[in-house]
């Protein structure tokens, strides 16, 4: 039960990451509505109807063929056009910005709603076409299944216009930066309720064993509840060496066990059924990959194909305000059984680590850009005046500055422009937040 429990956890995260998750939720139910509506055809449904409505109920074969031929043929068209223009989206998204942002693209839930729409329109018509004029109805036809159709064919040509809206708002790199932003920011704050009251002692102690990985892919997630329960019942505990998120290697070493078991085999395979690897990069599994997406956005919006600098000063603002909230958070997570015993220890992606990630790639393509060079000291700007709350994250900084500085010095060959940062750096060294101040440019180029 525990296993299926884990399986169909991690199954409902790719089902409902997939594009087809609501529009086949959807069909189902039209489809249901459809048997249901023709039921209640059977018992007399269009002659109540009749009366109150009567000139919206079809009492002509002919005419009711030709009413539901026609919006099986007009929503085969919307849907047509309706996918070619998400293929479109997701291609010119994938070649514009970066491929990781497509399965943030496709996830959604509007657009697959809409899709859904069309589709349990074109599954209910379909259903009540092949019932015209049975032998089960008190009247000749299903007139009210009939004008139920065109209702929802009404409502797929105003949802039409809207879905024209949403995909060419959805395909603006400004609302993509932004909806990325939101989902790891939402991340973030779930991991800054994780407290850690010291670090267990038992975790110093243990006479560690190492498990090889036995899959390559991406360490997504782990089913939190089930991993503790396993760990407790075979009384050991549990150290993940690769941060979640990372991508693996088979047979290589990427968590550790307490001590020796006599079956550990047996241990290891009752484990991986409960770890979710995957070669996508979800945004609602790991936080870390937002970070890549809004790097990797920023990075290639200073590409000479795509020049766009405005773009990459946006990403820097947003990672900004997330690399604040991550310099708050600890480095490492740990999970306690009912007992309040440690169990489980996760590490993640240092503080140091992440900056590089983040930052080293936008000021290598960025270095020669007045523009991304200011941005960037006015990002570490805004850590500083926080990083006195987190002595330990200050060296971190402290080195991000330097190394900015240091391409700064060797690109910008501007007198002027070098006078410019010389005034940032003389607001950074009166803040007297960093042990050691911080050099001045020379204003004329070696």
Not at 19 to 27: K, M, N, V
Not at 216 to 232: A, E, F, P
Request: glycine content about 4%.
């Amino acid at each position: 039960m525990k296993k299926l429990k884990s399986h169909l956890k991690f199954a409902y995260q790719f089902i409902v990451s997939s594009i087809g998750f609501y529009p086949t939720l959807i069909s189902v139910l039209f489809f249901l509505l459809a048997l249901v509506i023709i039921y209640f055809e059977t018992i007399g449904l269009s002659e109540v109807f009749k009366e109150i409505l009567p000139f919206f109920i079809i009492t002509n074969g002919s005419t009711a063929r030709l009413v539901l031929s026609s919006i099986t043929t007009g929503v085969i068209s919307l849907m047509v056009f309706s996918f070619t223009m998400v293929m479109l989206v997701l291609n010119q998204a994938s070649s514009n910005f970066s491929p990781r942002v497509i399965p943030g693209l496709i996830t959604y839930k509007s657009n697959q709603k809409i899709l859904g729409l069309y589709l349990g329109t074109l599954i209910y018509t379909l259903v009540v076409m092949v019932n015209i004029r049975s032998e089960f109805y008190s009247e000749e036809l299903p007139g009210f299944a009939i004008f139920l159709a065109m209702c929802f064919t009404i409502f797929c040509l105003g949802f039409f216009v809207y879905f024209i809206h949403s995909i060419s708002q959805t395909i603006q790199i400004d609302n993509i930066l932004e909806t990325i932003y939101k989902a790891t920011r939402h991340g973030l704050l779930k991991e800054e309720e994780k407290k850690l009251d010291g670090f267990p002692e038992e975790f110093n102690t243990a006479a560690w064993e190492k498990v090889l990985s036995p899959r390559t892919g991406y360490l997504q997630s782990i089913d939190n509840v089930q991993v503790v329960s396993l760990c407790k019942k075979y009384d050991v505990l549990l150290e993940f060496i690769q941060p979640l998120g990372n991508f693996v290697i088979q047979d290589t070493p990427f968590l550790r066990v307490s001590k020796p078991l006599p079956d550990m085999e047996k241990f290891c395979n009752e484990l991986l059924e409960h770890v979710n690897f995957y070669k996508a990069e979800m945004i609602n599994t790991n936080y870390l990959y937002g970070f890549k997406q809004i790097t990797e956005s920023a990075i290639k919006a200073l590409s000479p194909s795509i020049n766009d600098p405005g773009t990459a000063v946006r990403a820097i603002d947003y990672l900004t305000d997330l690399l604040v909230i991550r310099m708050r958070l600890i480095d490492e997570e740990i999970l306690f059984d009912k007992e309040k015993q440690a169990r489980v220890r996760l590490v993640r992606e240092n503080f140091d680590e992440l900056c590089a990630l983040c930052l080293s790639p936008i000021r290598l393509y960025g270095k020669s850009d007045m523009i991304i060079v200011l941005r960037l000291l006015y990002l570490l700007r805004n850590l500083l005046l926080k990083v006195e709350a987190y002595p330990d994250r200050k060296p971190v900084v402290y080195n991000q500055l330097l190394l900015l500085l240091h391409d700064a010095d060797s690109q910008v060959h501007n007198p002027g422009d070098r006078e410019k940062l010389n005034e940032q750096i003389v607001t950074l060294n009166e803040l007297n937040v960093l042990s050691y101040h911080l050099p001045l440019l020379t204003l004329e180029k070696r």
